[in-house]
């Protein structure tokens, strides 16, 4: 600095010019004066900056002379902290792309099915989501691409998935801070607490970018969804993404804590309390799955699909009875992730919606194709989602929330059982009830007797054109028992049931009414019971039978008044 000052002061050409004084900084930075050119050079030349006052010079000046002088500048100690771990990151990162010998990147909406075998039509074993990363095994002339990523081991095909040099550089935006859960499962909490509500559980091995450290806990992003984890359940390490393997034991037994499984024909009431009078707020189907809480006398406290409370022991499998009961009963649904998701004719955004549906509901997949899952909703109509827009998974059946609803004239409606179809004190075990009495209490009304009468059938088999309450029956040969039941005569046709009656709004329907579905041509084709609280029960498939269901499932075509009120 003392020699740049010493060579300025002995310019003539600069006498007019003044610098700003001081410790200067001066890295790269060309200044002239006049003719004379003064150079600052350093190692760490582009990051520093010069602040000199520069006054014009005479321009008759022709002579030129460039002076170098050679400058260090330092960094300040939070820079050079800066720069070493940006250097160390990008390393690191670099390390992770390296350490695939032929990488994949998976390029698709959603995910691309891993399949056991090079064949369309083979099993499912994993899930590859966009941007997740494989080895390349052995690239096939039939198209297909053998790869391992995570703990899967299968085949993709390859217009999915990103090679070479291309995946290389997709890969570098790829690799981020991800936690990988260790435990066997680990619940995903509201809020960094082990007292905060659980929102989902995640399993070992599965890995999820981290969006922010808050001290024990670290927040991941579910996709759908964000929650908190334990970091000492999981390893916090840069990483790209992996396969999700479809294992139905993992996914399977380890979602859930103590295993019960119901033991019943059919529904088994879930009551609020530990006492056969307790207010039922939901139902267990028959082979559901819940999460044993805890004992009270001759009851179990469970958690099954977001309700808690508790139902007779008499009636629950635990230990290994559950688990190999769950393993026969487990099936791969579709479960939604979204608000409300469009569901179509067809496998194309172009085809025609059918219905929408909405997020947690759960059907069964009929088949899987790149892009789109074909799922069966009721009546044995099967229709198409998107894959961006739901988990597809292995899964039991939980509980429905279900509480009797009181209509305008009634008190409270009549309670049959404790169980539904469940083995009962009268030695009736097959559930299959259908001498129950219509006999009005003083204190229920017509519409709560219906609801009530139908709803003794939950879990009666589906048989098309059948019209028997306890061996079967198909939608409308439900609704016309039902109603017959109570002097109400009805076509065995849905579509001829639509014009019976009155017509009701949505805003004014009751239990008791009669809702309507329309199949994509727009004909009714499936008709179902209002129980109260958003939901009906229904004649529904061949694989579900008579159950319960959201009103909404589909868009419901039309509403009747068939008892007269």
């Known amino acids: 600095m003392n020699r740049l000052k010493e060579l300025l002061s002995n310019s003539p050409r600069a006498k007019k010019a003044v610098t700003a004084a001081g410790a200067i900084a001066i890295a790269a930075v060309l200044v002239t ?13 582009p990051k520093a900056a010069l602040a000199t006052t520069v006054a014009t010079t005479e321009s008759t000046e022709t002579a030129e002379e460039t002076i170098v002088v050679p400058v260090e500048t330092t960094l300040s100690a939070e820079q050079s902290q800066a720069a070493e771990e940006k250097k160390k990151e990008d390393t690191e990162k670099d390390n992770i792309i390296a350490g695939y010998s032929n990488l994949g990147i998976a390029n698709v909406d959603g995910f691309v099915n891993v399949r056991k075998d090079a064949k369309n039509d083979a099993d499912v074993i994993g899930k590859l989501y966009n941007g997740s990363a494989c080895n390349i095994v052995e690239s096939r002339e039939d198209g297909w691409l053998h790869i391992t990523s995570g703990e899967v081991d299968g085949y993709v095909r390859g217009e999915y998935i990103r090679t070479g ?3 290389k550089q997709a890969a570098k935006d790829l690799v981020k801070k991800r936690a990988q859960i260790t435990g066997d499962r680990l619940n995903v909490r509201s809020a960094p607490s082990a007292d905060a509500e659980s929102v989902e559980v995640v399993l070992q091995n599965e890995r999820y970018e981290v969006l922010e450290d808050d001290g024990d806990w670290v927040k991941i992003d579910l996709g759908y969804t964000s929650g908190y984890i334990n970091k000492q359940y999981a390893t916090i390490a840069y990483s790209l993404n992996e396969a999700q393997k479809l294992d139905l034991k993992s996914m399977i037994l380890n979602a859930y804590d103590r295993l019960g499984i119901s033991n019943v024909q059919n529904y ?4 609020e309390t530990p006492d056969d009078g307790g207010k039922v707020v939901g139902k267990l189907p028959s082979k559901a799955a819940g999460n044993i809480l805890e004992e009270s006398g001759d009851w179990y406290k469970i958690q099954s699909g977001g309700i808690t409370g508790y139902v007779k022991k008499d009636y629950i499998l635990t230990g290994d009875a559950a688990n190999e009961e769950a393993l026969k009963q487990a099936q791969l649904v579709a479960v939604v992730n979204t608000d409300i998701l469009n569901v179509r004719s067809a496998p194309s955004t172009d085809a025609d919606i059918w219905t929408q549906i909405t997020n947690a509901q759960k059907y069964p997949v009929v088949a899987q194709q790149d892009g789109w899952v074909e799922i069966e909703l009721e009546n044995d109509n099967n229709a198409f989602v998107a894959t961006d827009f739901v988990d597809v998974r292995y899964a039991l059946d939980e509980a429905i929330p279900f509480t009797p609803e009181e209509v305008a004239e009634e008190n409270t409606p009549v309670d049959n059982d404790n169980s539904t ?9 097959n559930g299959n009830k259908g001498n129950a009495s219509s006999k009005s209490s003083s204190r229920s009304s017509r519409r709560s007797q219906v609801v009530s009468y139908a709803l003794q059938y939950l879990g009666n088999p589906y048989v098309w054109g059948g019209t028997s309450l306890t061996n ?7 609704t016309m ?12 046709y849905s579509g001829a049931q639509a014009s019976m009656g009155s017509r009701v709004s949505a805003e004014n329907v009751r239990p008791g009414d009669l809702v309507f579905y329309a199949n994509r041509s727009g004909t009714i084709n499936h008709v179902g019971i209002y129980i109260g609280n958003g939901q009906i029960v229904n004649a529904a498939s061949r694989r579900s039978g008579i159950k319960i269901s959201n009103w909404n499932y589909r868009k419901p075509a039309a509403i009747r008044n068939v008892l007269g009120d």
């Open 165 to 167: 040099d291309d995946a």
């Open 421 to 429: 179809n469940a083995p009962s004190d009268n030695g009736n075990k």
């Open 33 to 45: 004066f006049g003719r004379t050119k003064v150079v600052a050079s350093g190692a760490n030349a």
């Open 481 to 492: 028992g039902v109603m017959s039941h109570f002097g109400v005569d009805l076509p065995h």
């Open 472 to 478: 079967g029956a198909d939608c409308s040969g439900f």
């Open 268 to 271: 088994l009431n879930i009551r």
